[in-house]
């Protein structure tokens, strides 16, 4: 266990003579490991294309969307953690743009009916891959900073959208 780790426990110190409290900032390394284990069950973000539902595929970037909003809402999360997950929700908002599925409430079915409404969208079309295809490749950056930041693992599955390491 890291120090950061243990200090984040740390709800107030007390002695006879007089008490400190305070609220410590988030757990980075915690945090970091919440949005991993939430992606790495995010099947849109590594599935074979052929497997896809587009109409799926918007509900979990919504989801996902959601919860790393959620994420950044608790404040507290150093600049270090906070701008990668920021990035992770903007490759969510585009994605969502490009397919044609942003919504201006949180209805994850309002968005599920606007989906596609051009003719150009098809079920297996170029743009819908394209779309995903660049979601994929942003969120794996975002995702191999924050997991090299705080030396943590991610699965196999998910970890086919990192970046390939550079040869030499």
Same mark, same amino acid.
Request: proline residues 4%.
């Given at each position: %266990?890291?120090?950061? *780790?243990?200090?984040? +426990?740390?709800?107030? $110190?007390? #002695?006879?003579?007089?008490? &400190?409290?305070?609220?410590?900032?988030?757990?980075?390394? /915690? !945090?970091? +490991?919440?949005?991993?284990?939430?992606?790495?069950?995010?099947? @849109?973000?590594?599935?074979?294309?052929?497997?896809?539902?587009? =109409?799926?595929?918007? #509900?979990?970037?919504?989801?996902?969307?959601?919860?790393?909003?959620?994420? %950044?809402?608790?404040?507290?999360?150093?600049? =270090?953690?906070?701008?990668? $997950?920021?990035?992770?929700?903007?490759?969510? !908002?585009?994605?969502? =743009?490009?397919?044609?599925?942003? *919504?201006?409430?949180?209805?994850? =079915? /309002?968005?599920?009916?606007?989906?596609?409404?051009?003719?150009?969208?098809? %079920?297996?079309?170029?743009?819908?891959?394209? /779309?995903?295809?660049?979601?994929?490749?942003? @969120?794996?950056?975002?995702?191999? &900073?924050? /997991?090299?930041?705080?030396?943590?693992?991610?699965?196999?599955?998910?970890?086919?959208?990192?970046? *390939?390491? *550079?040869? #030499?």
């Amino acid at each position: %266990m890291r120090f950061s *780790e243990i200090a984040s +426990r740390v709800n107030g $110190v007390s #002695t006879p003579i007089f008490g &400190i409290s305070w609220s410590p900032p988030t757990a980075d390394v /915690a !945090v970091a +490991r919440k949005v991993i284990a939430f992606v790495e069950t995010r099947r @849109v973000l590594f599935s074979t294309y052929t497997n896809e539902v587009p =109409e799926e595929c918007v #509900t979990s970037v919504l989801e996902i969307r959601g919860f790393l909003s959620e994420i %950044m809402g608790h404040g507290g999360i150093a600049d =270090e953690l906070i701008e990668p $997950v920021r990035l992770m929700r903007r490759y969510c !908002v585009r994605f969502l =743009e490009r397919v044609g599925a942003n *919504e201006d409430s949180r209805d994850t =079915e /309002a968005a599920r009916r606007h989906l596609f409404r051009e003719a150009r969208w098809h %079920m297996h079309d170029y743009w819908f891959g394209e /779309a995903l295809g660049e979601l994929r490749a942003g @969120v794996g950056l975002q995702l191999a &900073i924050i /997991a090299a930041s705080y030396g943590l693992d991610i699965e196999d599955e998910l970890a086919r959208t990192l970046p *390939e390491p *550079e040869s #030499t």
